[in-house]
Protein backbone atom coordinates (compact mmCIF):
# COMPACT_ATOMS: atom_id res chain seq x y z
CA UNK A 1 0.00 0.00 0.00
CA UNK A 2 3.06 2.36 0.77
CA UNK A 3 4.62 1.61 -2.35
CA UNK A 4 0.91 2.59 -4.38
CA UNK A 5 0.87 5.81 -2.80
CA UNK A 6 4.52 6.57 -3.17
CA UNK A 7 3.76 5.75 -7.28
CA UNK A 8 0.71 7.72 -7.06
CA UNK A 9 2.54 11.24 -5.03
CA UNK A 10 4.92 10.60 -7.88
CA UNK A 11 2.45 10.35 -10.45
CA UNK A 12 0.86 13.34 -9.53
CA UNK A 13 4.34 15.73 -9.07
CA UNK A 14 5.13 14.86 -12.29
CA UNK A 15 1.84 16.14 -13.69
CA UNK A 16 1.65 19.02 -11.79
CA UNK A 17 5.34 19.76 -12.95
CA UNK A 18 4.20 18.80 -16.61
CA UNK A 19 1.09 21.82 -15.74
CA UNK A 20 3.56 23.93 -14.68
CA UNK A 21 5.77 23.45 -17.72
CA UNK A 22 2.85 23.88 -20.21
CA UNK A 23 1.96 26.65 -18.13
CA UNK A 24 5.41 28.36 -18.75
CA UNK A 25 5.63 27.58 -22.04
CA UNK A 26 2.18 29.15 -22.77
CA UNK A 27 3.48 32.43 -21.03
CA UNK A 28 6.55 32.69 -22.46
CA UNK A 29 4.65 32.49 -25.88
CA UNK A 30 2.11 34.62 -25.76
CA UNK A 31 3.76 37.68 -23.92
CA UNK A 32 6.64 38.43 -26.71
CA UNK A 33 4.54 41.55 -27.20
CA UNK A 34 4.92 45.12 -24.93
CA UNK A 35 4.32 48.49 -25.82
CA UNK A 36 6.14 51.82 -25.26
CA UNK A 37 4.21 53.43 -22.92
CA UNK A 38 5.56 57.27 -24.06
CA UNK A 39 4.28 60.42 -22.29
CA UNK A 40 5.11 63.27 -24.44
CA UNK A 41 1.38 64.68 -24.59
CA UNK A 42 -0.66 66.91 -22.77
CA UNK A 43 -4.18 65.11 -23.85
CA UNK A 44 -3.08 61.84 -22.50
CA UNK A 45 -5.34 59.62 -20.22
CA UNK A 46 -3.82 59.29 -16.25
CA UNK A 47 -1.69 56.14 -15.46
CA UNK A 48 -4.38 53.84 -13.73
CA UNK A 49 -6.76 54.32 -17.01
CA UNK A 50 -3.57 53.46 -19.42
CA UNK A 51 -3.23 50.23 -16.73
CA UNK A 52 -6.58 49.46 -17.33
CA UNK A 53 -5.79 50.07 -21.34
CA UNK A 54 -2.97 47.24 -21.23
CA UNK A 55 -5.18 44.79 -19.28
CA UNK A 56 -8.05 44.99 -21.41
CA UNK A 57 -5.98 44.48 -24.25
CA UNK A 58 -3.61 41.79 -23.02
CA UNK A 59 -0.64 43.67 -23.63
CA UNK A 60 1.76 42.32 -21.32
CA UNK A 61 4.61 44.07 -21.24
CA UNK A 62 5.51 47.48 -20.74
CA UNK A 63 8.54 50.21 -21.37
CA UNK A 64 8.71 53.24 -19.33
CA UNK A 65 11.47 55.72 -20.02
CA UNK A 66 11.90 57.25 -16.87
CA UNK A 67 10.79 55.96 -13.36
CA UNK A 68 7.09 58.19 -13.60
CA UNK A 69 5.70 57.51 -9.93
CA UNK A 70 2.33 57.79 -11.30
CA UNK A 71 3.06 54.67 -13.67
CA UNK A 72 4.71 52.51 -11.27
CA UNK A 73 2.03 53.07 -8.46
CA UNK A 74 -0.43 52.28 -10.87
CA UNK A 75 1.13 49.05 -12.45
CA UNK A 76 1.29 47.33 -8.75
CA UNK A 77 -0.32 44.52 -8.43
CA UNK A 78 -0.76 44.15 -12.47
CA UNK A 79 0.98 41.66 -13.27
CA UNK A 80 2.45 43.24 -16.32
CA UNK A 81 6.17 43.13 -17.00
CA UNK A 82 8.47 46.51 -17.16
CA UNK A 83 11.12 47.55 -18.86
CA UNK A 84 12.18 50.82 -16.85
CA UNK A 85 14.61 53.43 -18.22
CA UNK A 86 17.15 55.64 -16.47
CA UNK A 87 16.85 58.98 -19.02
CA UNK A 88 19.54 60.01 -20.71
CA UNK A 89 19.89 62.88 -17.94
CA UNK A 90 20.63 61.29 -15.39
CA UNK A 91 23.63 58.67 -16.33
CA UNK A 92 26.29 61.20 -14.99
CA UNK A 93 24.58 60.77 -12.14
CA UNK A 94 24.26 57.54 -11.80
CA UNK A 95 27.88 56.89 -12.72
CA UNK A 96 28.31 57.79 -8.55
CA UNK A 97 27.61 54.25 -6.76
CA UNK A 98 25.88 55.86 -4.48
CA UNK A 99 23.56 57.82 -6.18
CA UNK A 100 22.86 54.19 -8.35
CA UNK A 101 22.07 52.58 -4.87
CA UNK A 102 19.32 55.55 -3.89
CA UNK A 103 17.87 55.34 -7.65
CA UNK A 104 17.16 51.16 -7.83
CA UNK A 105 16.13 51.83 -3.74
CA UNK A 106 13.42 54.55 -4.95
CA UNK A 107 12.54 53.57 -8.11
CA UNK A 108 12.52 49.31 -7.73
CA UNK A 109 13.07 48.30 -4.28
CA UNK A 110 10.21 50.38 -3.29
CA UNK A 111 7.88 48.77 -6.07
CA UNK A 112 9.20 45.22 -6.15
CA UNK A 113 7.57 42.59 -6.04
CA UNK A 114 4.71 43.97 -6.57
CA UNK A 115 5.49 46.02 -9.58
CA UNK A 116 7.05 43.01 -12.42
CA UNK A 117 10.35 44.91 -13.36
CA UNK A 118 11.96 42.73 -16.20
CA UNK A 119 14.82 45.01 -17.72
CA UNK A 120 16.25 48.35 -16.67
CA UNK A 121 17.90 50.24 -19.54
CA UNK A 122 20.53 52.40 -18.78
CA UNK A 123 19.98 55.09 -21.70
CA UNK A 124 18.30 55.40 -24.66
CA UNK A 125 19.92 55.63 -28.15
CA UNK A 126 23.07 57.39 -26.78
CA UNK A 127 25.47 59.02 -29.33
CA UNK A 128 28.63 57.75 -28.73
CA UNK A 129 29.83 61.18 -29.45
CA UNK A 130 27.95 62.76 -27.13
CA UNK A 131 29.44 64.20 -23.84
CA UNK A 132 27.04 61.47 -22.04
CA UNK A 133 28.49 57.81 -23.50
CA UNK A 134 31.31 57.90 -20.94
CA UNK A 135 28.67 57.39 -18.28
CA UNK A 136 26.53 55.10 -20.09
CA UNK A 137 28.67 51.97 -18.79
CA UNK A 138 29.68 53.25 -15.15
CA UNK A 139 25.93 53.65 -14.83
CA UNK A 140 24.82 50.85 -15.63
CA UNK A 141 27.81 48.77 -13.97
CA UNK A 142 26.14 50.70 -11.03
CA UNK A 143 22.68 50.17 -11.44
CA UNK A 144 23.16 46.03 -11.88
CA UNK A 145 25.60 46.39 -8.52
CA UNK A 146 22.74 47.60 -6.75
CA UNK A 147 20.47 45.25 -8.28
CA UNK A 148 22.60 42.55 -7.13
CA UNK A 149 23.22 43.74 -3.68
CA UNK A 150 18.94 43.41 -3.60
CA UNK A 151 19.08 39.68 -4.71
CA UNK A 152 17.34 40.84 -8.06
CA UNK A 153 19.96 40.41 -10.58
CA UNK A 154 18.32 37.13 -12.05
CA UNK A 155 14.88 38.86 -11.99
CA UNK A 156 16.09 42.35 -13.44
CA UNK A 157 18.36 42.84 -16.27
CA UNK A 158 20.17 45.40 -16.92
CA UNK A 159 20.67 46.91 -20.06
CA UNK A 160 21.42 49.77 -22.86
CA UNK A 161 18.98 50.87 -25.79
CA UNK A 162 20.79 51.25 -28.68
CA UNK A 163 19.64 52.34 -32.59
CA UNK A 164 20.64 50.75 -35.50
CA UNK A 165 22.75 53.98 -36.53
CA UNK A 166 25.78 52.27 -34.98
CA UNK A 167 25.88 49.58 -37.74
CA UNK A 168 28.26 50.54 -40.31
CA UNK A 169 27.87 47.19 -42.43
CA UNK A 170 24.62 46.14 -42.94
CA UNK A 171 24.34 43.98 -45.96
CA UNK A 172 24.44 41.03 -46.34
CA UNK A 173 23.00 40.64 -42.95
CA UNK A 174 25.96 37.66 -42.58
CA UNK A 175 28.52 40.92 -43.15
CA UNK A 176 27.10 42.84 -40.48
CA UNK A 177 29.16 45.28 -38.85
CA UNK A 178 29.29 48.26 -36.12
CA UNK A 179 30.90 50.99 -36.98
CA UNK A 180 34.79 51.32 -36.24
CA UNK A 181 34.28 54.85 -34.93
CA UNK A 182 31.70 53.27 -31.71
CA UNK A 183 33.53 49.99 -31.07
CA UNK A 184 35.91 51.36 -28.29
CA UNK A 185 31.87 52.84 -26.94
CA UNK A 186 29.97 49.29 -27.80
CA UNK A 187 32.47 46.80 -27.38
CA UNK A 188 33.08 46.89 -23.20
CA UNK A 189 28.96 47.01 -22.73
CA UNK A 190 28.27 43.90 -25.19
CA UNK A 191 30.93 42.58 -22.76
CA UNK A 192 29.64 43.50 -19.65
CA UNK A 193 26.26 42.22 -21.02
CA UNK A 194 27.37 39.09 -21.50
CA UNK A 195 29.60 38.10 -18.85
CA UNK A 196 25.76 38.87 -17.23
CA UNK A 197 23.64 37.68 -19.16
CA UNK A 198 21.85 40.15 -20.17
CA UNK A 199 20.50 40.96 -23.45
CA UNK A 200 21.41 44.62 -25.84
CA UNK A 201 18.34 46.40 -26.18
CA UNK A 202 17.75 47.86 -29.59
CA UNK A 203 15.39 50.28 -31.39
CA UNK A 204 14.79 48.85 -34.83
CA UNK A 205 12.95 50.53 -37.17
CA UNK A 206 12.35 49.18 -41.04
CA UNK A 207 10.37 52.28 -42.04
CA UNK A 208 13.40 54.89 -41.58
CA UNK A 209 15.34 52.49 -43.55
CA UNK A 210 12.94 52.30 -46.38
CA UNK A 211 12.24 56.54 -46.05
CA UNK A 212 15.93 56.64 -46.14
CA UNK A 213 16.62 54.72 -49.20
CA UNK A 214 13.18 53.78 -51.40
CA UNK A 215 15.56 52.93 -54.62
CA UNK A 216 16.86 50.34 -53.32
CA UNK A 217 14.16 49.03 -50.50
CA UNK A 218 10.72 48.18 -51.11
CA UNK A 219 7.82 49.45 -49.61
CA UNK A 220 6.80 45.54 -49.62
CA UNK A 221 10.25 44.05 -48.23
CA UNK A 222 9.71 46.90 -45.31
CA UNK A 223 5.95 46.01 -44.24
CA UNK A 224 6.40 42.56 -44.53
CA UNK A 225 4.37 41.60 -47.42
CA UNK A 226 6.81 40.89 -49.68
CA UNK A 227 5.63 38.04 -52.10
CA UNK A 228 9.00 36.18 -52.53
CA UNK A 229 12.57 36.35 -50.97
CA UNK A 230 14.28 39.49 -51.36
CA UNK A 231 17.90 38.66 -50.55
CA UNK A 232 19.49 35.56 -50.08
CA UNK A 233 22.85 35.52 -48.15
CA UNK A 234 24.52 32.15 -47.43
CA UNK A 235 21.98 30.12 -48.24
CA UNK A 236 19.14 31.97 -45.82
CA UNK A 237 16.69 33.26 -47.29
CA UNK A 238 15.02 36.88 -46.50
CA UNK A 239 11.68 38.25 -47.22
CA UNK A 240 11.38 40.95 -45.37
CA UNK A 241 13.78 44.20 -43.37
CA UNK A 242 13.17 43.79 -40.14
CA UNK A 243 14.97 39.85 -40.35
CA UNK A 244 17.79 41.31 -42.16
CA UNK A 245 18.15 44.16 -39.85
CA UNK A 246 18.26 42.27 -36.79
CA UNK A 247 20.29 39.35 -38.34
CA UNK A 248 22.76 42.18 -39.39
CA UNK A 249 22.73 43.42 -35.59
CA UNK A 250 23.29 39.92 -34.13
CA UNK A 251 26.18 39.03 -37.00
CA UNK A 252 27.82 42.89 -35.67
CA UNK A 253 27.41 41.53 -31.89
CA UNK A 254 29.40 38.53 -32.70
CA UNK A 255 31.98 40.32 -34.32
CA UNK A 256 32.15 42.50 -31.38
CA UNK A 257 32.94 39.28 -28.82
CA UNK A 258 29.19 39.60 -28.18
CA UNK A 259 28.89 35.25 -28.77
CA UNK A 260 25.16 34.22 -28.64
CA UNK A 261 24.48 37.48 -26.99
CA UNK A 262 20.20 38.07 -26.91
CA UNK A 263 18.90 41.37 -28.49
CA UNK A 264 15.66 42.79 -27.16
CA UNK A 265 14.00 44.90 -30.08
CA UNK A 266 13.18 47.29 -27.23
CA UNK A 267 11.01 49.54 -29.93
CA UNK A 268 9.12 49.24 -33.82
CA UNK A 269 6.75 50.51 -35.02
CA UNK A 270 4.67 52.24 -38.04
CA UNK A 271 3.68 56.09 -38.31
CA UNK A 272 0.37 56.43 -39.89
CA UNK A 273 0.94 59.73 -41.24
CA UNK A 274 3.52 62.51 -41.48
CA UNK A 275 5.45 61.67 -44.00
CA UNK A 276 6.21 59.28 -47.11
CA UNK A 277 5.34 55.79 -46.82
CA UNK A 278 2.95 56.61 -44.09
CA UNK A 279 -1.00 55.71 -43.88
CA UNK A 280 -2.80 54.31 -41.30
CA UNK A 281 -3.35 51.01 -43.81
CA UNK A 282 0.58 50.77 -43.96
CA UNK A 283 0.92 51.05 -39.87
CA UNK A 284 -1.94 48.54 -39.11
CA UNK A 285 0.22 45.98 -41.72
CA UNK A 286 3.80 46.52 -40.03
CA UNK A 287 1.93 46.23 -36.81
CA UNK A 288 -0.30 43.48 -37.27
CA UNK A 289 2.94 41.42 -39.20
CA UNK A 290 5.08 42.28 -36.58
CA UNK A 291 3.07 40.64 -33.88
CA UNK A 292 2.68 37.27 -35.55
CA UNK A 293 6.35 37.47 -37.03
CA UNK A 294 8.55 37.83 -33.56
CA UNK A 295 7.09 34.36 -32.16
CA UNK A 296 9.09 32.48 -34.76
CA UNK A 297 12.60 34.37 -34.86
CA UNK A 298 15.12 35.27 -37.51
CA UNK A 299 17.05 32.99 -40.64
CA UNK A 300 20.14 33.25 -38.34
CA UNK A 301 18.41 32.46 -35.44
CA UNK A 302 15.25 30.65 -36.30
CA UNK A 303 12.72 29.14 -33.64
CA UNK A 304 13.18 31.71 -30.85
CA UNK A 305 10.38 34.02 -30.20
CA UNK A 306 11.93 37.52 -30.29
CA UNK A 307 10.63 39.74 -27.46
CA UNK A 308 9.85 42.98 -28.60
CA UNK A 309 8.30 46.10 -28.15
CA UNK A 310 5.82 48.42 -30.22
CA UNK A 311 5.88 51.83 -30.32
CA UNK A 312 4.11 53.49 -29.36
CA UNK A 313 0.90 53.20 -26.88
CA UNK A 314 -0.43 56.45 -27.73
CA UNK A 315 0.01 59.53 -30.46
CA UNK A 316 1.76 61.90 -28.44
CA UNK A 317 1.05 65.89 -29.50
CA UNK A 318 4.33 67.40 -28.10
CA UNK A 319 6.83 65.43 -29.96
CA UNK A 320 8.54 66.88 -33.35
CA UNK A 321 8.89 66.48 -35.86
CA UNK A 322 5.57 66.00 -37.19
CA UNK A 323 6.13 62.31 -38.08
CA UNK A 324 7.08 61.81 -34.34
CA UNK A 325 3.46 62.61 -33.75
CA UNK A 326 1.69 59.99 -35.27
CA UNK A 327 3.30 56.59 -34.04
CA UNK A 328 0.34 55.51 -31.49
CA UNK A 329 -1.67 52.45 -31.33
CA UNK A 330 -4.73 54.36 -29.59
CA UNK A 331 -5.39 57.72 -29.94
CA UNK A 332 -5.53 59.93 -26.57
CA UNK A 333 -8.88 58.81 -25.87
CA UNK A 334 -7.88 55.06 -26.12
CA UNK A 335 -9.90 54.36 -29.00
CA UNK A 336 -7.57 52.07 -31.26
CA UNK A 337 -6.25 52.92 -34.27
CA UNK A 338 -5.56 49.73 -35.73
CA UNK A 339 -7.61 46.17 -35.19
CA UNK A 340 -4.45 43.99 -33.36
CA UNK A 341 -4.29 41.28 -31.40
CA UNK A 342 -1.47 41.20 -28.65
CA UNK A 343 -2.08 37.21 -27.81
CA UNK A 344 -1.94 35.61 -30.63
CA UNK A 345 1.10 34.98 -33.32
CA UNK A 346 2.28 31.97 -34.94
CA UNK A 347 1.62 29.26 -32.91
CA UNK A 348 1.67 26.20 -35.00
CA UNK A 349 4.99 24.90 -33.39
CA UNK A 350 3.76 25.41 -29.78
CA UNK A 351 0.54 24.32 -31.07
CA UNK A 352 1.89 20.88 -31.68
CA UNK A 353 4.17 20.65 -28.12
CA UNK A 354 1.20 21.67 -26.27
CA UNK A 355 -0.68 18.83 -28.30
CA UNK A 356 1.74 16.23 -27.40
CA UNK A 357 1.96 17.97 -23.64
CA UNK A 358 -1.92 17.49 -23.59
CA UNK A 359 -1.80 13.84 -24.40
CA UNK A 360 1.23 12.99 -22.07
CA UNK A 361 -1.16 14.60 -19.11
CA UNK A 362 -4.14 12.74 -19.80
CA UNK A 363 -1.62 9.77 -19.94
CA UNK A 364 -0.29 10.33 -16.48
CA UNK A 365 -4.15 11.39 -15.25
CA UNK A 366 -5.12 8.24 -16.18
CA UNK A 367 -2.49 6.19 -13.75
CA UNK A 368 -3.52 8.33 -10.94
Not at 196 to 220: E, M
Request: with cysteine; net charge neutral.
Amino acid sequence: MATFFTCKGSLMAATLLLFGLITANLDTTEAQIGVCYGMMGNNLPPAPEVVSLYKSRNIKRMRLYDPNQAALQALRGSNIEVMVGVPNSELQRLSNPSNAQSWVQSNIRNFWPAVRFRHIAVGNEVSPSSGDARFVLPAMQNVYNAIRSAGLQDQIKVSTAIDMTLIGTSYPPSQGAFRGDVRSYLDPIIRFLANNRAPLLANIYTYFSYAGNPRDISLPYALFTSPSTVVVDNGRSYQNLFDAMLDALYSAIERAGGGSLEVVVSESGWPSAGAMGTSVQNAQTYYSKLISHVKGGTPKRPGRAIETYLFALFDENQKQPELEKHFGLFSPNKQPKYSLNFGSGRMSDVSTIDTEDENLTESLMSDI
